[in-house]
């Protein structure tokens, strides 16, 4: 360490520092699980719950609880995402995805495509989302190194095909 730097090192604070960093390390670990579900009658629901960003202010609102951001059902698509909860608060994400597939006629596919890889890449923020439309077709995508954005119900019918009716 450099002479100057051993000024402002104490052991006490290099105790907290590693502490700190161990409890980042664990709720990485417990990252952010979401589902999206199409029932019977056609309705459609998305759900999100986080295990937050560590070493956050106190108080700090996520983008998972905020509807449209990174949660969001309507009666033709249903998203549930994680990642950098700024971008996706900034970018509605959720609701973005429904909003192309409604008004510009985006497949589910495309429209989680270019949420994810376009807007959100393009501004330096990272995350993936589950999603689902009306008729079961399912879709996901994840940029850069954000968590595993991971389809299932036999595996999104292996790699987000039809799900079964």
């Not at 100057?4 to 052991?11: D, L, N, P």
């Not at 700024?86 to 597939?101: K, L, P, S, Y």
């Amino acid at each position: 360490m450099p002479a100057r730097a051993r000024c402002f090192y104490t052991e006490r604070r290099a105790r907290e520092l590693e502490r700190i960093k161990a409890a980042e390390a664990t709720q990485r670990a417990h990252g952010t699980v979401g589902a999206v579900a199409l029932d019977q009658q056609g309705r459609l629901a998305a759900g999100t719950s986080t295990g937050g960003t560590a070493n956050k202010r106190w108080g700090r609102i996520g983008d998972s609880p905020i509807i449209g951001a990174g949660t969001y059902a309507n009666d033709a698509c249903a998203v549930s995402g994680t990642g950098v909860g700024e971008f996706f608060m900034r970018n509605v994400v959720g609701h973005d995805i429904c909003a192309r597939m409604r008004y510009k006629g985006e497949s589910l596919e495309q429209a989680a495509h270019e949420v994810v890889m376009d807007e959100l890449v393009a501004q330096h923020g990272d995350g993936g989302v589950i999603a689902l439309d009306k008729d079961g077709s399912g879709a996901s995508g994840r940029s850069r190194s954000s968590a595993h954005a991971v389809p299932s119900s036999s595996a999104c019918e292996r790699a987000c095909g039809k799900f079964p009716r």
